[in-house]
């Protein structure tokens, strides 16, 4: 597989967006964290990467959401 950037050999896969990367495009991403959510229990999981491989391109933010909360009176 080619590099997306250059077309160079590639080393690995960008953990965002899947793109291939060679030695030169690859970054290593300090912590990546996957969330997945169940609607209908309200239970989150998740599970940290460390050291995964980041293109150039793509931009991770953190994010939070709070699901509301019913009062009852």
Wanted: aromatic share 10%.
């Amino acid at each position: 597989m080619k590099c997306w950037f250059c077309e160079e050999e590639s080393r690995g896969i960008c953990a965002a967006c899947g793109r291939a990367l060679c030695h030169k495009h690859a970054h290593i991403h300090d912590r990546m964290t996957i969330t997945k959510s169940d609607t209908c229990t309200g239970y989150t999981s998740y599970y940290d990467v460390f050291g995964s491989l980041k293109c150039n391109d793509c931009r991770l933010e953190w994010s939070s959401h709070i699901p509301e909360r019913q009062i009852s009176v």
